[in-house]
C-alpha cells in the first residue's frame, strides 16, 4: 500500500492521543492504590485517637497528631493528583474526538485538537506533580517511623 486512505490517516491521527490515555489511566490506577493505602494507614491513625491509646502505637499524643496531619496532607495531594490525571484521560478523549471533527470540516479546526492535546499534556505534568509531592511526604513519613522505632529500639538496651 503506497498512499493511505484519508480513513486510515484518521485512525493514525487518534492513536497518539489513545497512547496518552493509557499513560493516563495508568497513573490514575497508581495514585488510586497511593490513595486507598493512605486512608487505611490514616483509619487506623483515627481509631487509635479515637480511643485515646497512642501508645498502642508507640508514640505520644502530639506524634500521633502529626502522622495524622502528614496523612491528611498525603491524602490531599493524592486526592489532587487523581482529579488532574482524570482530567487529562478527558482532555486526551476530547482529542481523539476533535481530530475527527476537524477532518468532517476539512481541517478548519486544527486548532482544536492541537489545544486539548496541550490541556491534557499540562493536566498529566500537574498530576504527576502531586505524585511527586505525595511520594516525597511518604518517603519522609517511613524514614521518621522507623528513626523513632529504631530510636525506641535502643532506649529498651
Not at 114 to 120: D, F, M, N, Q, W
Request: aromatic share 4%.
Amino acid at each position: 500500500m503506497t498512499g493511505s486512505s484519508p480513513a486510515i490517516a484518521l485512525i493514525a491521527a487518534m492513536i497518539t492521543p489513545a497512547v496518552l490515555i493509557l499513560a493516563s489511566a495508568s497513573l490514575v490506577a497508581s495514585a488510586l492504590v497511593r490513595m486507598a493505602r493512605v486512608v487505611d494507614r490514616a483509619r487506623n491513625l483515627v481509631a487509635i485517637a479515637y480511643e485515646r491509646t497512642p501508645e498502642k502505637a508507640g508514640v505520644t499524643a502530639e506524634v500521633l497528631r502529626t502522622w495524622l496531619e502528614d496523612h491528611a496532607r498525603r491524602a490531599r495531594h493524592a486526592e489532587q493528583a487523581i482529579a488532574l490525571l482524570y482530567g487529562a484521560v478527558v482532555s486526551f478523549i476530547a482529542t481523539c474526538l476533535s481530530i475527527a471533527l476537524d477532518r468532517a470540516v476539512s481541517g478548519s479546526l486544527a486548532w482544536l485538537p492541537v489545544s486539548l492535546a496541550v490541556l491534557g499534556t499540562l493536566l498529566l505534568f500537574g498530576g504527576g506533580a502531586e505524585m511527586v509531592a505525595e511520594s516525597r511526604l511518604s518517603g519522609k513519613q517511613i524514614q521518621d517511623e522507623i528513626h523513632r522505632a529504631l530510636g525506641q529500639m535502643e532506649a529498651r538496651k
